[in-house]
């Protein structure tokens, strides 16, 4: 999990963001790629890494589901502590889907190092898919002690624009919507929008959160 897969641009990095994959797809799934690919452009710096369930899947082992979230925070702290000793400046803490979700947990956390100045959520997972009736995950957003930044499709089944415009957010926490977008930010044919617009629409937004941090 020590071993990161790096985005870095030509100029120095304005951050450095830490990224964690989601649930079922590996760092270096076609979304990792492109959103890494797109930060990348925006003079911000990737370091992806994989939880240990997700690793061991490239080594023969057992296809198991993962960890509850919860479990996994003290493995994205690990990967803190190693990128702290790798890098300067700035460091951002962000993941797809579940990644983000337990980034924002470990944003909750009592020692967070003073380099962590935000956090970004690409696809944030409010509630079990298609499930809005369930309960909402808001903790580790209401209990980040950094300013926060969600990245979400307009169709996204884990929360919809709709459906997030009628909940209250904590001030720290803004939301930025891809249009017509999923969960991996793609639109349907019809839309005007497309995936690369998408994805685009949200490393700009996400380097201009962290330049104002």
């Known amino acids: ?4 897969l790096w985005s870095k641009p030509e100029a120095p990095a304005a951050a450095t963001f830490l990224l964690a994959h989601g649930a079922g797809a590996p760092m270096d799934s076609a979304f990792m790629e492109k959103l890494s690919n797109a930060l990348k452009a925006e003079n911000i710096a990737v370091a992806r890494f994989e939880f240990q369930y997700m690793a061991g899947r490239r080594t ?15 493995e994205f702290q690990t990967a803190l502590q190693t990128l702290m000793q790798e890098t300067d400046g700035a460091i951002l803490l962000g993941g797809k889907s579940m990644g983000g979700r337990v980034a924002a ?19 944030y997972p409010f509630h079990p898919t298609g499930k809005p009736d369930a309960d909402w995950r808001l903790d580790p957003l209401r209990l980040a002690k950094r300013p926060a930044m969600i990245l979400q499709g307009d169709r996204d089944p884990f929360g919809t624009r709709a459906e997030l415009e009628t909940v209250t957010l904590p001030d720290h926490v803004q939301v930025t919507y891809l249009e017509d977008g999923n969960h991996d930010f793609g639109p349907r044919g019809k839309s005007p929008a497309t995936l690369d617009g998408n994805i685009t629409a949200a490393a700009q937004a996400a380097a201009q959160f962290a330049a104002g941090l």
Do not use: D, Q
Request: hydrophobic share 35%.
């Open 105 to 123: 947990m470990l944003a909750g956390g009592g020692s967070l190092p003073g380099r962590v100045t935000g956090v970004c959520c690409f696809g």
């Open 1 to 4: 999990m020590s071993h990161f």
């Open 60 to 74: 023969g082992g057992a296809k198991r589901p993962p960890p509850k979230a919860e479990k996994l925070i003290s």
